[in-house]
T-cell receptor, first 109, second 116 residues
Framework: GQSLEQPSEVTAVEGAIVQINCTYQ??????LSWYQQHDGGAPTFLSY????GLEETGRFSSFLSRSDSYGYLLLQELQMKDSASYFC??????????FGQGTELSVKP | GAVVSQHPSWVICKSGTSVKIECRSL??????MFWYRQFPKQSLMLMAT?????????EQGVEKDKFLINHASLTLSTLTVTSAHPEDSSFYIC????????????FGAGSRLTVL
């Protein structure tokens, strides 16, 4: 089976940097993805790591270490609009994604 | 590019009725679509994998006779919740494989089902 662990909630202030960690156990692994979801909305794709290392996309970066079954999402220069739930997801064969429980990020002024 | 349209965005129905939700890939062909369900403040739970021209593959614990999935074309998959009951009330979200070979999905806007 698959299991993913990420913190349930994180609070930070505007302009700060926050890191959301994700550890996983899975049989079969094709990559780690990160999605953002605002209340009542659909998940939107943020980043995808198939190989070890850091992927940078604007203010967001994602890291993967396959040997440690660990990844993180780094959000820089936090803005109020970044308040949302963030999900890590393990990619399996055939494009299937299994999601973690999500981390609720609250950005304070 | 890579837009997925889902309809209806919300629906209220009486207990015992069936509800159909449509998921369309607007600007690309999707041989594979996925259906997820999400309860409030919870994760997205994969229900089934929908493959064009073949039977859907259901995750463990998901009743295939209750959640009928049809993927009749490369741009359309439908989920029918049959004989809906209040416990089926949830947010149903479809997604399509955006980049073949990479686990990157594009999600529809979701359909919020309320069963009275």
């Amino acid at each position: 089976g698959q299991s993913l662990e990420q913190p349930s909630e994180v609070t930070a202030v505007e302009g700060a940097i926050v890191q959301i960690n994700c550890t996983y156990q899975t049989s079969g692994f094709y990559g780690l993805s990160w999605y953002q979801q605002h209340d009542g909305g659909a998940p939107t794709f943020l980043s995808y790591n198939a190989l070890d290392g850091l992927e940078e996309t604007g203010r967001f970066s994602s890291f993967l270490s396959r040997s440690d079954s660990y990844g993180y999402l780094l959000l820089q220069e936090l803005q109020m609009k970044d308040s949302a739930s963030y999900f890590c997801a393990v990619g399996l064969q055939g494009g299937k994604l299994i999601f973690g429980q999500g981390t609720e990020l609250s950005v304070k002024p | 590019g890579a837009v997925v349209s889902q309809h209806p965005s919300w629906v209220i129905c009486k207990s015992g009725t069936s509800v159909k939700i449509e998921c369309r890939s607007l600007d690309f062909q999707a041989t594979t679509m996925f259906w997820y369900r999400q309860f409030p403040k919870q994760s997205l739970m994969l229900m089934a994998t929908s493959n064009e021209g073949s039977k859907a593959t259901y995750e463990q614990g998901v009743e295939k006779d209750k959640f009928l999935i049809n993927h009749a074309s490369l741009t359309l998959s439908t989920l029918t919740v049959t004989s809906a009951h209040p416990e089926d009330s949830s947010f149903y979200i479809c997604s399509a494989l955006r980049v073949p070979g990479a686990n990157v999905l594009t999600f529809g806007a979701g359909s919020r089902l309320t069963v009275l």
